[in-house]
């Protein structure tokens, strides 16, 4: 099993900047990628960005490319998600998941996470 921990939400102004982090702790050496996902009041929780473990490809949902960057620390069993140019749209509760399978094709459904944090909350004025 892995365990993941989010941190790093907060409030911010339209236009500013933010990065959440993820700890990965527990069978970290079965990670496979590792993803940020996002779930505003009343909507199904949606795909952001994911990242292969070993090389770094990554992916993102087309409404943060350019905005958005996922990055990782295999070192420290870390995940990122910096966030630029924010939006109010971008207001909801991020979390992080891992997907534990390797080889796996599909990155954006929630099924192909094994593993989720807690959320934590992002809340973007305008």
């Known amino acids: 099993q892995v365990q993941l921990v989010e941190s790093g939400g907060g409030v911010v102004q339209a236009g500013d900047s933010l990065r959440v982090s993820c700890a990965a702790s527990?069978?970290?050496?079965?990670?496979?990628?590792m993803a940020w996902f996002r779930q505003a009041p009343g909507k199904e929780r949606e795909f952001v960005a994911g990242?292969?473990?070993?090389?770094?490809?990554?992916y993102y949902v087309d409404s943060v490319k350019g905005r958005f960057t996922i990055s990782r620390d295999i070192a420290k069993n870390m995940a990122y998600l910096q966030m630029n140019s924010q939006k109010p749209e971008d207001t909801a509760v991020y979390y992080c998941?891992?997907?534990?399978?390797?080889?796996?094709?599909?990155?954006?459904?929630?099924?192909?996470?094994?593993?989720w944090g807690q959320g934590t909350q992002v809340t973007v004025s305008s």
């Open positions: 998941a891992a997907d534990l399978h390797p080889g796996s094709i599909s990155y954006t459904p929630t099924y192909a996470y094994d593993s």
């Open positions: 527990g069978r970290t050496f079965s990670i496979y990628a």
């Open positions: 990242i292969r473990w070993s090389g770094g490809r990554v």
